[in-house]
C-alpha cells in the first residue's frame, strides 16, 4: 500500500483571503459576500496577511523551508462552487517547501513522514444537493485555506490517521485553524495505489476526495487498496481517478477521471504581487509558535514523571496545560494533580459544558486541594465534594472543608469504636462472612463509612475491619 495525504486546512482569520467578508461558519447563505469572492468583472483581491503569517508558522512547525519569492497563480476550471471560473492558489512557487511530520508506529518506533509542500489559496463555495437541485452558498468562496501535500510515504491506514491526527493536533495548538472537521475546517484527499513486492515502480494512484473524518480516512484507504488489488489479480490495469466515500455503502464510487496539471492550464495570477518573505519576517513568526504539544508532552513525561497518555491528554488542551504546570508549580505533587484534573475535574467540566478558559478554580486553590488529598485530610469521595463546590463557586478549598465538616477522621481509636458498635449490631453479617460471603466485609465496611459520613479515612477502615473480622 502507498499512500499520500492532501489536506485542506481553513485558516482561522477573521475576514477571506482576498477580500474584508467575515469568514463566521454557518452564517445565512450567501449574506458575507461582496464583488470579489463573488467573482464579479472588474474586482481586484487583496492578499489576507493573516493568512501568510499562519501559512509561514506551519511551515515553521513542520520543518519547511520558507521561500523568499512566492508568487499566486490561477487554477482554471469550470464548476458551480467556483465564481471565477479559477480559483487563485499556488502552483510552481509555494510559500513552503520539504519538511516533514515524525509519527509514532505501533511497535513505538518513529517515523518521518516527508512533506512535498505548504501552499496557500481559497476555498470554493460549498454545494447543497437537494432534491429539487443544487445550490450554492458563496459565503465559503474565498475562505483563506493552506494546502499541506505529503509525499507518499505512507504504508498502512494507521500511518496515515496517526499522520492525520499529529498535523491536526498541532496546528489546532498554533491557533492556526480550529480543524473542525465535522463542519469542513479541515478536509482530506487521499491518494492511494498498489506496488508490486520488491518493486521500485509505483502503483497507478486514485484520488479520494473530502475525506472528514479519521474512521472514514481508515476505511477508505482500506476499501481502495483492496480494490487495487483486485484489478491487479484480475490481470486488468487500474485507471487514474478522482473517486469520493460513501459513508452508507461503506464503499468508494467515482467521481471523474482524474486531471492532470495541464488541464487546470495553471498561469501566474497578474492582479496580486510576489510574496515576499525576508529572514527577520520568518523570526518574528518562529518567535510566536508555542511549545508544540507533542515536544511539551515529551517533557511533562520527563519532568514531572507522568506517562505517555496522560501527559498527551494533558498538553492537548493548551490552556489545560497551563493550568496543570501552574498547579504543580506550586504543590510539587504531578501525579496527584493530574489524576484530579484527568478525572473527575474533567468530568465536571464536560458535564457543565465548560473548559479551563472558563472555570472559577484557580491554580492555587487547585494546589491547596492537592495537598488535602495527599495529607489525607480530604478522600476520594469527599474530594469530589469539595471540588463540585470549587467548580461552582471558586471556593478555597480549606474553607469548605472547615465549613461542611468533611476533613477526614485518621484517629484509629475513634474509628475503632465505630467498627466494634457496626459489627455487634449486624450479627447477620458476621455469620455471612463465616460462611464465606465475601460481600459481607464490603457490607460492613459501606455501614461504617455511612455512620461517619464518610469522613472515616478508608485505608483504616479497612484494616480495623479486616482485623476483627479474623478474630471472630
Known amino acids: 500500500m502507498i499512500v499520500g495525504l492532501e489536506v485542506h486546512v481553513e485558516l482561522s482569520t477573521n475576514t477571506k483571503m482576498f477580500c474584508g467578508c467575515s469568514t463566521k461558519f454557518g452564517e445565512i447563505p450567501n449574506s458575507h459576500v461582496c464583488p470579489v469572492c463573488l467573482g464579479l468583472p472588474g474586482s481586484l483581491p487583496k492578499l489576507n ?56 508506529l505501533e511497535d513505538g518506533a518513529a517515523k518521518k513522514i516527508r512533506l512535498d509542500r505548504i501552499h496557500i489559496e ?48 498541532t496546528l489546532q495548538y498554533m491557533g492556526i485553524s480550529d480543524c473542525r472537521m465535522e463542519e469542513g475546517s479541515l478536509r482530506c484527499d487521499a491518494n492511494v495505489s498498489a506496488r508490486l513486492r520488491n518493486s521500485c515502480e509505483l502503483g497507478t494512484k ?85 511549545e508544540l504539544p507533542y515536544e511539551k508532552a515529551g517533557r511533562f513525561e520527563r519532568k514531572y514523571g507522568i506517562v505517555g497518555t496522560d ?7 493548551i490552556s489545560k496545560a497551563g493550568f496543570f504546570e501552574d498547579t504543580v508549580k506550586i504543590c510539587g505533587r504531578p501525579k496527584t494533580a493530574s489524576n484530579w484534573i484527568l478525572g473527575y475535574m474533567t468530568v465536571l467540566l464536560n458535564k457543565n459544558s465548560m ?78 462472612y463465616r460462611n464465606g460471603k465475601k460481600n459481607a466485609v464490603r457490607f460492613i465496611i459501606g455501614l461504617i463509612m455511612k455512620e461517619t459520613r464518610g469522613r472515616a479515612n478508608p485505608t483504616i477502615v479497612n484494616e480495623l475491619v479486616l482485623e476483627k473480622l479474623s478474630k471472630i
Open 49 to 104: 496577511g493573516k493568512a501568510v503569517e499562519y501559512a509561514v508558522k506551519a511551515g515553521i512547525a513542520f520543518n519547511c523551508d520558507i521561500a523568499g519569492n512566492s508568487r499566486m497563480d490561477r487554477k482554471n476550471y469550470f464548476y458551480p462552487d467556483c465564481p471565477k471560473n479559477y480559483q487563485i492558489t499556488q502552483n510552481q512557487f509555494p510559500l513552503c517547501r520539504n519538511g516533514y511530520i515524525e509519527i509514532e
Open 122 to 169: 481559497e476555498d470554493a463555495a460549498k454545494l447543497i444537493h437537494t432534491g429539487k437541485g443544487t445550490l450554492v452558498d458563496y459565503n465559503r468562496a474565498g475562505i483563506p485555506l493552506i494546502e499541506i501535500v505529503s509525499k507518499p510515504d505512507m504504508r498502512t491506514s494507521g500511518e496515515a490517521v496517526s499522520y492525520l491526527k499529529k498535523l491536526k493536533d
Open 206 to 290: 486514485t484520488e479520494i476526495k473530502n475525506l472528514n473524518s479519521f474512521k472514514a480516512l481508515k476505511k477508505a484507504i482500506e476499501y481502495e487498496y483492496k480494490s487495487h488489488v483486485n484489478t491487479i489479480k484480475e490481470g486488468k490495469k487500474v485507471k487514474q481517478k478522482t473517486r469520493k466515500w460513501d459513508d452508507l455503502k461503506l464503499e468508494t464510487v467515482d467521481m471523474r477521471n482524474k486531471e492532470e496539471g495541464n488541464d487546470y492550464r495553471y498561469f501566474p495570477e497578474g492582479d496580486l504581487l510576489p510574496v515576499c518573505i525576508s529572514n527577520d519576517y520568518i523570526e518574528k513568526v518562529k518567535r510566536s509558535i508555542p
Open 311 to 317: 501527559a498527551l491528554n494533558i498538553v492537548l488542551d
Open 355 to 432: 473548559d479551563f478558559d472558563s472555570i472559577k478554580i484557580t491554580p492555587d486553590n487547585m494546589a491547596k486541594f492537592v495537598k488535602l488529598i495527599e495529607d489525607g485530610v480530604l478522600s476520594s469521595n469527599t474530594g469530589k465534594r469539595v471540588m463540585e463546590e470549587m467548580l461552582d463557586t471558586g471556593g478555597d478549598p480549606d474553607e469548605i472543608v472547615e465549613k461542611r465538616g468533611l476533613a477526614q477522621n485518621n484517629d484509629r481509636g475513634e474509628i475503632l469504636r465505630v467498627v466494634e458498635h457496626v459489627i455487634n449490631k449486624n450479627p447477620g453479617c458476621i455469620e455471612d
